[in-house]
């Protein structure tokens, strides 16, 4: 708008200058006027360009001199990037584990974390890593919403050149990443089956038919805890009525126990639900439904996490055991990285220890792979040193 108001002022004065001073015939005039006018607006729009383009090469160098200037502060900080690409939030477990990585890489232990909350959503979950590699941290770490899919996204990784430690749940189809820390769900998932044998016999119980509430459908938590447990089942001939997913959380582990209640009304002595959470809802189900678990009590509940709520339960007689799964395995994470930092090789699987819980009569002596295991005995002072 401005160039033509601009062109059209200087025609305009042209043209009076000419019928002043030529005294010319009113077409010449007038051909003379277009023309100058023309000419006047095509000058007047190569100075515009010009202008914007010099504008826009401005902008990128003052972009590139700002990106150069953060690059070098950062550098200049000392900070390891990281990037966090968590589970979500089902859980008092998930609770625990959040809040251990971001105590750990704070920015007063040297980190820039970038954390995302993943809200149990696989294809956001690796959304969460690509912009790990945009933003080009340092190190990613992973807790794999389910354990199969990653081979693409870890390749990308490769590629951007940014190591990879995985850490809780595991990834059994790809193998580029660094390290993974965590705990091992199979021997859980064992060690509660050989607790509810050697328990069972205690009780001079001797027909067992149980409920699982799974957790996440495919995590290798779920597929840990499920095959274990299972695989005493099946040795010591038990019968699995039903098992369906909570999705590790309390409402769903509510809703399935509650259609359990209905399918299978005075049919089962035992339930295992795969994290404490779905103890929670499951106790709510069989108290609405007028079912009693805990020792003593129609039902044996079994859980895994025993999360500081868990061990209130096992204390207040309502989960018979619980079998840990330690969410701390931050620090250790940062160990691995620490090691890299310093040039070394960590190594490839760190396992975090676990303890199994339950109040004193209902700790039995057993085996698993052959391995004594010891229980620990739930008390106000073991609930105040949990997480
Ligand atoms: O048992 C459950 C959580 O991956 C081991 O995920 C973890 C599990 C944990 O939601 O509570």
């Not at 550098?75 to 477990?93: L, P, R, T």
């Not at 890489?105 to 696989?122: H, I, K, M, P």
């Not at 990834?171 to 660094?178: E, L, Q």
């Amino acid at each position: 708008m401005k160039k033509k108001l601009l062109g059209t002022l200087l025609s305009a004065a042209m043209v009076m200058s000419l019928l002043a001073g030529c005294g010319s015939t009113a077409t010449q005039v007038q051909d003379a006027a277009a023309d100058a006018a023309a000419t006047v607006e095509d000058a007047a729009a190569d100075t515009a360009d010009a202008a914007a383009d010099t504008a826009a090469e401005v902008v990128e160098d003052v972009e590139a001199a700002a990106d150069a200037v953060e690059e070098a502060a950062g550098d200049a900080s000392g900070n390891i990037s990281v990037g966090f690409a968590q589970v979500g939030h089902e859980s008092d477990w998930r609770t625990a584990s959040t809040k251990s990585c971001q105590d750990v890489f704070s920015a007063a232990n040297g980190y820039d974390l970038s954390f995302v909350d993943c809200d149990n959503d696989e294809a956001a979950q690796k959304e969460a890593v690509r912009s790990f590699i945009e933003q080009d941290v340092d190190y990613i770490i992973i807790d794999p919403i389910i354990a199969t899919g990653w081979d693409t996204v870890l390749t990308e990784c490769e590629d951007a050149g940014i190591p990879v430690i995985v850490i809780d749940r595991t990834i059994d189809d790809s193998d580029k990443y660094v390290s993974w820390v965590g705990s091992d769900f199979l021997t859980e998932g064992k060690a509660a089956g050989e607790w509810l044998k050697a328990y069972a016999e205690k009780q001079g119980v001797s027909e067992i038919n149980y409920l699982i509430i799974q957790g996440t459908t495919g995590s290798s938590a779920q597929i840990g805890r499920t095959d274990g447990f299972r695989e005493i089942a099946k040795r010591e001939g038990w019968t699995e009525l039903d098992a369906q997913t909570g999705d590790f959380t309390e409402a769903g582990g509510q809703e399935v126990m509650e259609s359990f209640c209905k399918s299978y009304s005075g049919k089962f002595n035992v339930v295992v639900c795969e994290n404490d959470n779905e103890a929670f809802g499951a106790m709510t189900a069989m108290d609405n439904a007028g079912v009693t678990y805990g020792p003593g009590n129609d039902v044996i509940l079994i859980s895994y996490d025993a999360c500081t709520a868990g061990l209130e339960k096992v204390k207040a007689g309502g989960i018979t055991a619980d079998f840990e799964c330690n969410p701390l395995a931050a620090p250790t994470v940062e160990g691995v990285i620490k090691t890299l930092e310093s040039g070394g090789t960590p190594e490839a699987e760190i396992l975090v220890p676990d303890n199994w819980y339950a109040l004193k009569d209902q700790i039995v002596d057993f085996s698993v792979d052959g391995n004594a295991q010891s229980m620990i005995e739930v008390t106000d002072d073991v609930i105040a040193a949990q997480y």
